[in-house]
């Protein structure tokens, strides 16, 4: 139960601004949820995510998993998708941080509600991570949460028994249709690591956001699970996802 916990846990909480998409393309998505049967097209990416500035500061969010589905079931079904049920509309709680930054680029992911000369929100992505990593699967299982100094889409999660999560932002997009609402996508490569095997996967975290008052945002958010071209059902699936989960998200400052 908590390899695959862990193995979504990090995709909970993402608030980006990234490269833009199609207008209305992940708009679309979220439209077509569940009928997902491919991967949705989106970037790659190198730089870090720059976050809207009424981001900026200290929240407490709280994460409740409203659904979930097994696209494929009962021919290929996650490890330990049955035993997430129990999560169901149960709220999980932690700390998160945003926190200004200069970005050594002007123009690095910047939109035009940015000027080059304000300092750039970016995520503590440490802190955050931490606090997931806890919430989720308590105190005593969480180590640390480590960030790449080269690739600041590249995290380290260090669990106990010698496990690890290591996962990679390999590309993501948004959309921005007014002052208050933005819709981002995300895919991550994940490993997760143990001393005598290992488990890939990749996942998509796509999610439309509600600016509700400077005090609160909102948000509704769904987590793709697609098997890596090493599993043995990788071919029973392809491109098309083995897992939905479909979260909502409050933030209060």
């Known amino acids: 139960m908590k390899l695959f916990v862990i193995l979504i846990l990090n995709l909970i909480l993402i608030f980006a601004y990234p490269q833009p998409t199609q207008a209305g393309e992940i708009a679309n998505r979220l439209a077509d949820y569940p009928n997902w049967n491919s991967k949705l097209n989106v970037s790659q990416t190198e730089t870090d995510l720059i976050y809207?500035?009424?981001?900026?500061?200290?929240?407490?969010?709280?994460?409740?998993?409203?659904?979930?589905?097994?696209?494929?079931?009962?021919?290929?079904?996650?490890?330990?998708?049955?035993?997430?049920?129990?999560?169901?509309?149960?709220?999980?709680?932690?700390?998160?941080?945003?926190?200004?930054?200069?970005?050594?680029?002007?123009?690095?992911?910047?939109?035009?509600?940015?000027?080059?000369?304000?300092?750039?929100?970016?995520?503590?992505?440490?802190?955050?991570?931490?606090?997931?990593?806890?919430?989720?699967?308590?105190?005593?299982?969480?180590?640390?949460?480590?960030?790449?100094?080269?690739?600041?889409?590249?995290?380290?999660?260090?669990?106990?028994?010698?496990?690890?999560?290591?996962?990679?932002?390999?590309g993501r997009g948004q959309e921005n249709p007014n002052r208050e609402e933005f819709l981002t996508t995300e895919i991550t490569q994940q490993l997760f690591q143990r001393p005598i095997s290992i488990y890939l996967n990749e996942v998509e975290t796509t999610t439309n956001y509600q600016l509700i008052n400077p005090n609160k945002v909102t948000a509704k958010q769904v987590t793709a699970i697609y098997l890596s071209p090493e599993d043995p059902d990788y071919f029973k699936a392809i491109n098309r996802p083995v897992a939905l989960y479909k979260y909502e998200l409050i933030l209060q400052r």
């Open 52 to 170: 809207p500035e009424w981001m900026a500061g200290t929240w407490t969010a709280t994460s409740i998993l409203r659904e979930q589905i097994a696209p494929l079931a009962p021919r290929v079904v996650t490890p330990g998708f049955e035993k997430n049920e129990q999560y169901l509309n149960q709220p999980f709680t932690f700390k998160v941080r945003f926190q200004p930054q200069i970005a050594p680029v002007p123009n690095i992911l910047s939109l035009s509600s940015f000027s080059p000369q304000k300092d750039l929100i970016v995520a503590d992505r440490s802190f955050n991570g931490e606090n997931i990593a806890r919430a989720y699967l308590g105190d005593n299982q969480v180590l640390s949460v480590k960030i790449s100094t080269e690739d600041p889409n590249r995290q380290i999660t260090f669990l106990a028994d010698d496990n690890q999560l290591i996962s990679t932002i390999t």
